[in-house]
């Protein structure tokens, strides 16, 4: 991978993270968000250190894309190659079995017809 190939992914994997860490939770049913502030409570655990990928859904790779992307200033070029960027995460987590064939089938099948956009 070349030098800023890697920075930009680097730069994504970040950026998802610190979304995920401050509106993931947004999107929890009742269960999860009791487990979530019960660990966040009593380990300091944030968003990603409770949950897997299997967690992350369609809502929250859109708002991740079209807002909080939007908000930090990423441009046009930026949020396309951050959709290219996710999807090779889904990619990945499906081979090492984070994700289902399902959330797979739908999270890049959502990001194949965002990617045409950009």
Same mark, same amino acid.
């Given at each position: 991978?070349?030098? $800023?190939t890697? #920075? $930009?992914?680097? $730069?994504v994997?970040?950026?998802?993270?610190?979304?995920? $860490? =401050?509106? =993931?939770?947004?999107? #929890?049913?009742?269960?999860?968000?009791?487990?979530?502030?019960?660990?966040?409570?009593?380990?300091?655990?944030?968003?990603?250190? @409770?949950?897997?990928?299997?967690?992350?859904? #369609?809502?929250?790779?859109?708002?991740?894309?079209?807002?909080?992307?939007?908000?930090?200033?990423?441009?046009?070029?930026?949020?396309g190659?951050?959709?290219?960027v996710?999807?090779?995460?889904?990619?990945? =987590?499906?081979?090492?079995?984070?994700?289902s064939?399902? =959330?797979?089938?739908?999270? @890049?099948?959502?990001?194949?017809?965002?990617?045409?956009?950009y």
């Amino acid at each position: 991978m070349k030098p $800023d190939t890697y #920075l $930009d992914y680097e $730069d994504v994997i970040s950026l998802f993270e610190e979304f995920l $860490d =401050a509106c =993931a939770d947004d999107y #929890l049913s009742r269960e999860d968000r009791s487990l979530y502030e019960a660990r966040r409570k009593q380990e300091n655990k944030e968003y990603c250190g @409770t949950f897997d990928p299997e967690h992350i859904g #369609l809502h929250e790779i859109e708002d991740f894309l079209d807002d909080y992307l939007v908000e930090i200033g990423g441009g046009k070029k930026f949020i396309g190659t951050a959709s290219r960027v996710l999807n090779r995460f889904f990619e990945w =987590a499906h081979e090492k079995e984070y994700i289902s064939q399902e =959330a797979f089938e739908e999270n @890049t099948g959502f990001l194949r017809k965002y990617k045409k956009r950009y």
